[in-house]
C-alpha cells in the first residue's frame, strides 16, 4: 500500500492526459521532527527507506533520527556551505534516474534552511519536487499561540542588525497580520526590548519554547511584559516568537470594550459578544473574545 503511494506520486503524466507507467525520479522534501522523534511520519519513513540518497544539513545529527527508523540509505551532506557546489551534481543524479530525499537538521527543510537551490534547480529541469509534510516550529508554535491564525506572516530570523534589521522591526510592528519570527536564545531578550521601544509594547505576544520537547512552553503576554521577564531570566533552548498584528486604523479598542459592555449589560454571554464584535467591526477573534472574556 505504502510502495503503492510512493510509485503513484512518482508517475508522470503523458502529454494526453493519461498515466504512464513509468516511475520517474523525483526530488522529495522530507519534514522531520523538531524535538520529538515520535512526529516522524510514516510516510517520510517510508520515502527515506525508499531513495538512492538522502541529504542531509549534518549527517552526524540526521544519523541519530536515521537508526531510530531503520533506515539504511547513504546520506551525503548538503548545506549552505556546498549547496551551489553540490547542486548541479545532484541535478546529474537526478536526471540519471536516482530519486533523493532532502532533510533538514529539524523541522522542515527550506524554512530558514537549506534547499531553496536544490528546489529551484530541480523545478527548472521539470524533475518532480514532491513535499513530504510535517513538523515545522513555526506553525507549531503559532496554533497553539492562542493568537488570530487567519492571517500571518512568517518573518524568519530578523537580520542581525543595521538598516534592514531596522525596516525588518518598523514593518513587524507595522503588520495587521500575526508575525511568527525565529530567534535564537541569547538574543530573545533583545529583540523583544526592540519591539517595545519600536511601538509595539501593548501587543499580544508569546514565546514558545522547546516544542515537542520535555520542557516545552508558552510564555503569553504583552509584548513589553515578555520582554521584562526575559531581560532578567536567561533562556535556554530554542524559541519561536509569535507576536498578535497592529489593529486596522478603522479599530479602536476602546471603542471595542465599550461596545463589549454595553452588549453585556444587555445580557448577552461572553461567547455572543465575542462573535458580534466579530461580525460587526471585522475585529480579530482573539481580540474579540479577550474583551469579551474582559467585560
Ligand atoms: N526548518 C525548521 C522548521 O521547520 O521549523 C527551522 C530551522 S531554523 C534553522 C531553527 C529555528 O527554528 C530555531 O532557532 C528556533 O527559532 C526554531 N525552532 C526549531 N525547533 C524548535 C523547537 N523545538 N522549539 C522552538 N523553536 C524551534
Not at 524533475?127 to 512568517?154: E, M, N
Not at 530554542?238 to 471595542?256: C, F, M, N, Q, Y
Amino acid at each position: 500500500m505504502v510502495s503503492l503511494l510512493l510509485f503513484q506520486t512518482c508517475r508522470r503524466r503523458s502529454p494526453e492526459g493519461d498515466m504512464s507507467d513509468r516511475t520517474i525520479p523525483c526530488l522529495y522534501i522530507v519534514s522531520t521532527p523538531i524535538g520529538n522523534l515520535s512526529d516522524m511520519t510514516f510516510r517520510a519513513v517510508e520515502t527515506l527507506k525508499s531513495v538512492a540518497l538522502v541529504l542531509a544539513e549534518d549527517t552526524r545529527h540526521s544519523r541519530h533520527l536515521l537508526d531510530r527508523y531503520g533506515i539504511e540509505t547513504p546520506m551525503e551532506a548538503y548545506h549552505e556551505h556546498n549547496e551551489a557546489r553540490a547542486t548541479p551534481r545532484m541535478i546529474q543524479r537526478l536526471r540519471s534516474g536516482d530519486s533523493l530525499a532532502l532533510i533538514s537538521d529539524a523541522g522542515t527543510p527550506l524554512i530558514s534552511d537549506p534547499g531553496s537551490t536544490l528546489v529551484q534547480a530541480a523545478a527548472a529541469e521539470g524533475i518532480p519536487v514532491v513535499p513530504i509534510p510535517g513538523a515545522s516550529a513555526a506553525l507549531a508554535a503559532l496554533v497553539a499561540s492562542g493568537l488570530d491564525t487567519s492571517r500571518f506572516i512568517f518573518l524568519g530570523f530578523l537580520p542581525r542588525k543595521g538598516r534592514e534589521r531596522r525596516e525588518a522591526l518598523d514593518s513587524l510592528i507595522a503588520a495587521e497580520e500575526t508575525c511568527v519570527l525565529y530567534e535564537a536564545p541569547a538574543r530573545l531578550a533583545e529583540t523583544l526590548a526592540e519591539l517595545v521601544k519600536g511601538g509595539g509594547e501593548g501587543r499580544d505576544a508569546v514565546v514558545a519554547r522547546e516544542l515537542t520537547k520535555e520542557f516545552e512552553e508558552f510564555r503569553r503576554g504583552t509584548v513589553e511584559e515578555l520582554a521584562r521577564y526575559y531581560s532578567d531570566t536567561p533562556v535556554r533552548g530554542e524559541v519561536v516568537i509569535v507576536v498578535s498584528g497592529r489593529l486596522p486604523e478603522t479599530l479602536d479598542e476602546a471603542a471595542l470594550r465599550e461596545r463589549a459592555y454595553s452588549l453585556r449589560a444587555s445580557g448577552a454571554t461572553a461567547r455572543d459578544v465575542a462573535r458580534t464584535l466579530v461580525a460587526e467591526t471585522g475585529a480579530p477573534r482573539n481580540l474579540a473574545y479577550r474583551l469579551a472574556q474582559e467585560t
